[in-house]
């Protein structure tokens, strides 16, 4: 048994990061080696001396959508709206507060009561909803909102903030925030070193900030969040290890699509479909070898890879000095390489 209380920490509120720093990669980068058990600390922008030619940096380039919405009911109620995804011509969705929704109930737009919805029918968690028009990308860019985290305080922050540079389809409901860090520049400068960019896609759902409730970690039931990793850059992963590259995973969401399709196959190929895999110390890596993350909260999934990753003892460590040092945490944060 593995006890979720051990993945609790004491985290001061203030070094919750509320916006980003710019230039992005100026960011504190801290830096573990898993093998001599030591850190040190570094910015990001000095990544590149950590990486060699012939390594793969492996970036999820799914893109945030603005995917909150305010609706109320015909009879006034106000309820608000969060699109997870696409599920034929229904979205499923959190509807909130929802101890009174019920199917067949239309729930109209605040903006513009011409947009209309019916509720159709409750899932576990989540409801699924009929748009009575076209959801097409105007419509998210014209009415919806942000869905930033909760623990971000400021709500006027652009959508172009918490997105990473190289986003290219739209889907996530959460920023994979590890990416934050690059610039262009940056990343032109590791591809010239001779490191090879590739992208998977994974769309981040709204489980990801919600923290471990049970009391064995092995109890807890992981969010499905659909991912694709395509042919081609499967190859390449496969290509660059053969010759003794290692692959960079930037963020928690690249390293499930990589180790969920090499669990199924033993290998990597090309798939899409949804993962629940959940990560945690025991966990046996097939691919990743190197992982760029940011500090996550206490008690999360998010955490728990990273602890199974770096291993406990060394992360929760890490941790403590992270705090100590007055580093930044969560989404807007500042990040770490584990190699």
Same mark, same amino acid.
């Given at each position: 048994?593995?006890? $979720? +209380?051990?993945?609790?920490?004491?985290?001061?509120?203030?070094?919750?990061?509320?916006?980003?720093?710019?230039?992005?990669?100026?960011?504190?980068?801290?830096?573990?080696? +898993?093998?001599?058990?030591?850190?040190? !600390?570094?910015?990001?922008?000095?990544?590149?001396?950590? =990486?060699?030619?012939?390594?793969?940096?492996?970036?999820?380039?799914?893109?945030?959508?603005?995917?909150?919405?305010?609706?109320?009911?015909?009879?006034?109620?106000?309820?608000?709206?969060?699109?997870?995804?696409?599920?034929?011509?229904?979205?499923?969705?959190?509807?909130?507060?929802?101890?009174?929704?019920?199917?067949?109930?239309?729930?109209?737009?605040?903006?513009?009561?011409?947009?209309?919805?019916?509720?159709?029918?409750? =899932?576990?968690?989540?409801?699924?909803?009929?748009?009575?028009?076209? $959801?097409?990308?105007?419509?998210?860019?014209?009415?919806?909102?942000?869905?930033?985290?909760?623990?971000?305080?400021?709500?006027?922050?652009?959508?172009?903030?918490?997105?990473?540079?190289?986003?290219?389809?739209?889907?996530?409901?959460?920023?994979?925030?590890?990416?934050? !860090?690059?610039?262009?520049?940056?990343?032109?400068?590791?591809?010239?070193?001779?490191?090879? =960019?590739?992208?998977?896609?994974? !769309?981040?759902?709204?489980?990801?900030?919600?923290?471990?409730?049970?009391?064995?970690?092995?109890?807890? *039931?992981? !969010?499905?969040?659909?991912? @694709?990793?395509?042919?081609?850059?499967?190859?390449?992963?496969?290509?660059?290890?053969?010759?003794?590259?290692?692959?960079?995973?930037?963020?928690?969401?690249?390293?499930?699509? =990589?180790?969920?399709?090499?669990?199924?196959?033993?290998?990597?190929?090309?798939?899409?479909?949804?993962?629940?895999?959940?990560?945690?110390?025991?966990?046996?890596?097939?691919?990743?070898?190197?992982?760029?993350?940011?500090?996550?909260?206490?008690?999360? *999934?998010?955490?728990?890879?990273?602890?199974?990753?770096?291993?406990?003892?060394?992360?929760?460590?890490?941790?403590?000095?992270?705090?100590?040092?007055?580093? @930044?945490?969560?989404?807007?944060?500042?990040?770490?390489?584990?190699?």
């Amino acid at each position: 048994m593995i006890a $979720t +209380r051990d993945f609790d920490f004491t985290l001061p509120p203030e070094l919750i990061a509320q916006r980003p720093v710019y230039p992005r990669d100026t960011s504190r980068l801290m830096v573990l080696d +898993r093998q001599k058990k030591t850190w040190e !600390h570094r910015h990001f922008f000095e990544l590149g001396e950590y =990486l060699r030619s012939g390594d793969v940096l492996v970036v999820n380039e799914s893109k945030v959508l603005k995917a909150r919405f305010f609706t109320r009911k015909t009879t006034g109620g106000k309820v608000e709206v969060l699109f997870l995804r696409l599920r034929g011509e229904f979205w499923e969705v959190l509807l909130h507060p929802s101890s009174r929704i019920h199917p067949g109930q239309e729930l109209l737009l605040i903006n513009d009561p011409d947009y209309r919805f019916v509720v159709r029918e409750r =899932l576990r968690d989540t409801w699924l909803l009929e748009p009575l028009f076209s $959801t097409d990308q105007a419509f998210f860019e014209r009415f919806g909102e942000v869905p930033l985290p909760p623990y971000i305080k400021e709500r006027n922050i652009p959508l172009k903030d918490y997105q990473t540079v190289y986003a290219r389809e739209w889907g996530s409901v959460a920023a994979p925030t590890a990416g934050l !860090h690059f610039t262009p520049e940056l990343l032109q400068k590791l591809q010239k070193q001779g490191v090879t =960019l590739l992208s998977v896609v994974l !769309h981040v759902g709204p489980g990801t900030f919600r923290p471990v409730k049970v009391e064995r970690v092995e109890d807890h *039931t992981m !969010h499905r969040e659909w991912f @694709r990793l395509d042919s081609p850059v499967a190859e390449a992963i496969l290509d660059a290890r053969q010759r003794g590259g290692r692959v960079v995973a930037v963020g928690t969401t690249t390293v499930r699509v =990589l180790e969920a399709v090499w669990q199924k196959f033993g290998t990597l190929r090309g798939f899409e479909g949804e993962t629940d895999l959940f990560i945690y110390p025991g966990f046996h890596f097939g691919v990743t070898d190197a992982l760029i993350t940011n500090f996550h909260l206490p008690r999360s *999934t998010l955490f728990m890879l990273v602890c199974a990753f770096g291993g406990t003892d060394l992360v929760k460590s890490a941790y403590r000095e992270a705090i100590e040092k007055r580093y @930044r945490f969560y989404s807007f944060g500042d990040a770490m390489f584990i190699y």
